[in-house]
Every structure is written in C-alpha cells, then in structure tokens.
Nanobody
Framework: VQLQASGGGLVQPGGSLRLSCTAS????????LSWYRQAPGKQRELVAT???????NYADSAKGRFAISRDNAKNTVYLQMNSLKPEDTAVYYC???????????????WGQGTLVTVSS
C-alpha cells in the first residue's frame, strides 16, 4: 500500500490550496483518513480526520478554514485549505487506517508529505 500526497506549494497569506492523497495497492477498505502537519522544529500534529462514515474532526487551528473530504471510489482524501496563514507553513502528511484483506486487522500507513509554504 502506498499513499501519494500532492498539492503543496507556495501561497500568499490569505490564499488557498487543496491537498490530495491517494491510496494505492492491495486495499479492502479504508477506515479513517487524516491529515497531519509538521512545522520546522515542532512535533507532528493532527490537522483533520474523516471517518468511513464521513464524520469529521478538526484541530482548533483548522476549524472554519480547512475542510477535509474523501472520495471512496478513488481512495482519495482531500484537504481544502483557505485563509492560509504563515503559521500554516509545514510539511503535510496524509494518514490512513485501512484493511488490506477481509478478515485482517486494520493497519496504518503514512504518505510521503507535501510542503506547504505560506509567505508573501
């Protein structure tokens, strides 16, 4: 199983970006999908989570500005980021809790990260 993240880049404060992360390989079902981020010199932190039933949860810093969604047919999770601030600058990682084969327990996988830089 591989998670391929994309969509990062340089954006001015107040701008928007949409991150995508697609899971590929042997996958039976995907449970929770999440986005984490890690800023320079800081610990990795949870940004947003979406369950298999499309329930969502956000870090306080992301509420009202970011929106997580998923396309189950494409095994893809998105993070729409609006009103970006310099403090949103970080490497963003996708995370999936999924089942490879029916009857197997779920396992966790990380994407490779995509850099988001918010600067004028």
């Amino acid at each position: 199983v591989q998670l391929q993240a994309s969509g990062g880049g340089l954006v001015q404060p107040g701008g928007s970006l949409r991150l995508s992360c697609t899971a590929s390989g042997l996958i039976f079902s995907i449970n929770t999908l999440s986005w984490y981020r890690q800023a320079p010199g800081k610990q990795r932190e949870l940004v947003a989570t979406i369950t298999s039933g499309s329930g969502t949860n956000y870090a306080d810093s992301a509420k009202g500005r970011f929106a997580i969604s998923r396309d189950n047919a494409k095994n893809t999770v998105y993070l729409q980021m609006n009103s970006l601030k310099p403090e949103d600058t970080a490497v963003y990682y996708c995370y999936a809790d999924l089942v490879i084969r029916i009857g197997n327990p779920s396992a966790n996988f990380w994407g490779q990260g995509t850099l988001v830089t918010v600067s004028s």
